[in-house]
């Protein structure tokens, strides 16, 4: 039995996509859940050189044998979804969804334009914040997909209790991962930069939470890392420490190409920074992972494009993996140095333990 949480460590698009997308395929995952809603996509490179891109399902899905879940807590918009399963070539077999997610109306698109939270916050318009409202205030145009049915019928055949799916699963000595979304930077109650947040919680515990799991049933958090963290477009979005230009990442680490990223879902160009250490700090104090990941090492060099395995990476990553793990007392376990699920590794060091405690670690 396990049970695993990927959480991101900074302000999204860290690689959580990636990080699960590796681990279900190594770790033969028999359950994968992604938490959240379409306002935040996960990404991979896959082998064929094409880049995948999942608002709703889970990365998961590139295993065939796995099992898809969107778990109550989540938010669904019907047409991104449906597309989602056939664009993929998904089987419906494979995909359940709690029927006590909340569906995105267009409304709560229309809303959140006439309230400029664009111009306010950088939302990406999707609706997310809008529906989370509406889910609170519980009126009487709030609808569970158990609800909508009729209007769309091709629901009826995925509708599940995901809760209890999951529970069944570890019980029976099942393989479960939890995918969570977007950074626990942006967590609307961890953050230190509220009102500039996400509309939901972050965290590890927030994304058990959405799926009605035990933590006591936890037995791996996974915390992803970025070599230079991003946020997305627009100063209104909120602060980003030791800001720099992709430019200057191309000239320092010697990469022949322009490596300007551009956001998932609203295609602008990230923001971009030098790696955050008391933010990581914070989502290790908060998170507890029991390992890390690391990815961009391609970004401190180009000599580490492709690599894969300990041994081939630049002096300037093996420095800086090992500077993460003293500062926060938590083993790197995946490295990633490229894009493509071919450019990530495993490998642990076995040098560091991981500590109940922060406090001796950022004493020093």
């Known amino acids: 039995m396990s049970l695993w949480v990927v959480v991101g460590g900074q ?3 860290e690689g959580k996509g990636k990080v699960s997308a590796f681990i279900t395929l190594k770790g033969d995952i028999d359950i994968c859940v992604r938490c959240g809603g379409p306002n935040s996509g996960h990404s ?33 918009d019907p047409a991104i979804l449906k597309g989602e399963l056939d664009s993929f070539g998904i089987s419906a077999s494979r995909v359940g969804i709690d029927e006590k997610c909340f569906l995105i109306q267009n409304s709560d698109r229309e809303l959140e334009k006439e309230l400029g939270l664009r111009e306010r916050l950088s939302s990406t318009l999707c609706g997310v914040g809008a529906a989370v409202s509406r889910r ?15 209007t769309y019928p091709w629901l009826r055949g995925l509708l599940t209790d995901v809760s ?8 029976r000595g099942g393989k479960v991962l939890i995918e969570g979304t977007q950074g626990f930077g942006l967590s609307l109650y961890h953050s230190e930069h509220y009102p500039r947040t996400t509309s939901r ?12 799991v035990s933590p006591r049933l936890v037995t791996e958090i996974v915390v992803v890392f970025r070599t230079f963290p991003i946020r997305v477009a627009g100063a209104q979005a909120g602060p980003m420490k030791d800001e720099i230009t992709w430019e200057q990442i191309r000239r320092e680490s010697g990469y022949p190409h322009d490596i300007t990223e551009m956001t998932s879902v609203t295609n602008k160009v990230r923001r971009v920074g030098r790696f955050d250490w008391d933010l990581a700090t914070r989502a290790v104090s908060v998170n507890r992972p029991t390992r890390l990941a690391i990815n961009g090492l391609d970004y401190l060099s180009f000599k580490n494009k492709g690599v ?48 109940p405690s922060l406090a001796s670690a950022n004493s020093r």
Not at 53 to 62: D, E, K, S
Not at 309 to 314: F, K, R, V
């Open 11 to 13: 302000y999204g698009s």
């Open 136 to 150: 609170v205030l519980r009126g009487p145009d709030a609808k569970l997909a158990k609800d909508a049915v009729e």
């Open 308 to 355: 894969s395995d300990w041994g081939s990476l630049s002096s300037e990553a093996e420095e800086f993996v090992r500077r993460l793990e003293s500062s926060l007392m938590t083993s790197v376990c995946y490295f990633g140095c490229g894009p493509s699920l071919q450019e990530m590794f495993r490998h642990e060091i076995g040098e560091v333990e991981h500590f």
């Open 44 to 76: 991979f490179t896959h082998e064929d050189g094409t880049t995948k891109v999942l608002r709703q399902l889970p990365t998961g899905y590139i295993n065939p044998r796995t099992r898809l879940l969107i778990p109550a807590g989540a938010l669904i």
């Open 201 to 212: 919680d972050t965290s590890a515990a927030g994304f058990l939470s959405e799926v009605g």
């Open 164 to 171: 209890q799916e999951v529970n069944d699963a570890i019980d």
